[in-house]
């Protein structure tokens, strides 16, 4: 009679884990949790890289040139390179298109016979609103760019010839989707040129 409660606290002491065995239980469950968190940040990792970067706008800066007849034009960000311009002017200027490759800058002599007719005896110094397409690499990769900007200009006398304009920089407007035109960005410029200089 007396073997049967021995058996039955053996049976008991051998259901129990032993102190050792949780310890390797715990120590198996925290080195599982932390190969998990290894390898979701790994793959976090791996999706940013893959993950086309967010790229800021492009904004052009001018610096003077020529005593005011040209503004020489760079691209924001060390890793930007501006391969072609088409520069949109205001139909009151009456004065085509003009394409830039691989040299960008504004001249005045574009424009400056333009830009007298439409103001006539009001020559002062102002604001033209300008639309640039800018075509350029980021990184690399190819991309376009469709603002308006205001140059900046004064008036120079020149003996026996016409006043021309003196160019003093740009300001950016505003920008256009890239899915704009030139027929969208030129009726733009026209809004904008009429409310600065309405006409009679």
Do not use: C
């Not at 051998?14 to 599982?32: P, Q, Y």
């Not at 998990?36 to 001018?62: C, F, G, I, N, Y």
């Not at 007849?69 to 691209?75: G, H, V």
């Not at 072609?84 to 001249?107: D, H, K, W, Y």
């Amino acid at each position: 009679m007396s073997e049967a409660p021995a058996t039955e606290a053996a049976k008991r002491r051998r259901r129990w884990l032993t102190f050792g065995e949780i310890a390797t239980v715990l120590a198996l469950g925290l080195s599982a949790a932390s190969f998990w968190d290894s390898h979701q940040d790994r793959v976090e990792t791996r999706a940013a890289k893959q993950a086309p970067a967010a790229t800021a706008p492009l904004v052009l800066t001018a610096t003077v040139e020529d005593e005011g007849n040209e503004l020489r034009l760079a691209a924001s960000g060390e890793d930007r390179v501006i391969q072609t311009q088409t520069m949109v002017f205001p139909s009151a200027l009456g004065v085509g298109n003009t394409e830039i490759v691989g040299n960008p800058r504004i001249e005045a002599g574009w424009f400056a016979g333009g830009l007298r007719s439409a103001l006539g005896d009001a020559r002062k110094p102002g604001r033209l609103p300008i639309g640039i397409i800018s075509s350029y690499t980021d990184n690399g990769v190819l991309r376009q760019d469709i603002a308006i900007y205001d140059i900046g200009h004064g008036w120079r006398s020149r003996f026996l010839q016409s006043d021309a304009p003196k160019l003093e920089g740009i300001t950016l407007v505003n920008r256009l989707s890239s899915k704009a035109d030139a027929k969208a960005l030129l009726k733009r410029l026209d809004t904008r040129w009429s409310k600065s200089h309405p006409a009679g």
